[in-house]
């Protein structure tokens, strides 16, 4: 299919995230520029549409996606608001790039997933970036080799130096875990099927009401297990870091490469300070192989099926969290439209 023209897109949402995409929209990736831009902050819109020629500021999602000049939507808001903005667009017909979680909740991503079917073809692409970072696109590249055998464990690291205030203890599963549930699916290639929450005696920096660090145990169709400590306020950086363990080696990915400095009787590095730095180059990439499949009139990378596949998981995850208790995952067969 032949390429469209530049892609004019509507971001929804302009908080940290959302104004990061608009940067790399106009500034990094090619062939698509910010034509919308919606929040329910007025002012917080209108001063990022004034630094764009073209680009017009909404409060409502439905009223940029109406606008003639939007042809594509990338959603930014908070995961509660992505289920009306996605069957906006899907209603509309809008091909859209949603950032992660699809939605926080089973029930809204069956409903997605449900549109998008009615609809007849895919429209939505979620943005599980981590699929776009060398370094997992390297590790499940050996996993897929076969050299190294069946994966039988997978170890995952996720520490963030501090949450936002708004931050709660579900969110450690359904808005940082469930990069973990994402990765895990893709790099195994087969679902999870139960999840057990571990807690030890909370860091005395964990706000009142969370418990954090927390230990999380997934078991897999195959019967690998998967743990990943979620660290939300480990005060010094922000690390990701996997090691895969299979039956003739093991692969360690996100140790700091960057340069080692030896200075005033001291050897060292640097921990990157936050998601948009160490994931840098993953977004770029996601943003661009969003915005090129879609001017091919084509739908890539993870679909509405791994949205909703991350949220069962992470309802299990939420109730094990809850209840002190392993959990088996609840979801529908894998539909053929998403085989
Ligand atoms: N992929 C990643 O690594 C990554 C990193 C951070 C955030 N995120 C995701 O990006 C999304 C936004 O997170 P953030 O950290 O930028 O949040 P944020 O709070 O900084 O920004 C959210 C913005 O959305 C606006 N908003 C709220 N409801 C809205 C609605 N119904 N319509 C339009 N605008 C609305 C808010 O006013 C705010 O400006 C979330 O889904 C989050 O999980 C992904
Ligand atoms: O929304 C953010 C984002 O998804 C980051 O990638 C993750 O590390 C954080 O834990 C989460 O809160």
Redesign the pocket.
Known sequence: MPSRGTLSVAV?????????HVRRIQRVISGARVTAV????EE?AEALAATMDGCRAY???VAAMAAPDVDAVL?????P??E??LLEALDRDLPVLC???LTPDAASALRVLEAERRLGHRRIQV???RRYDAEYAELKRLLDGGELGRALMLHHRHRNPSM?PWFTNEMLIN?SVV?EMDVTRWLLGEEITAVTVLKPAPSTYAPEGMDDPQLVLFETESGALVDVEIFGHCGYGYQVRAEAVCERGTVRIGDEGGPRVSADGRWGGRVTPD??ER?ADA?DRQVQAWVDATRRGEVTGPSVWDGYAAAAVCEAGVSAQREGRRVEVEMIERPAFYA
């Open positions: 929804v949402g302009t908080g940290k995230m959302g104004a990061d919606v929040d329910l902050d917080r409060t409502e999602p959603i930014a808001s908070p995961g608001a992505h009306a903005a950032e992660k979680p943005g599980f970036m936002p808005d990069h998601y948009l994931f977004y």
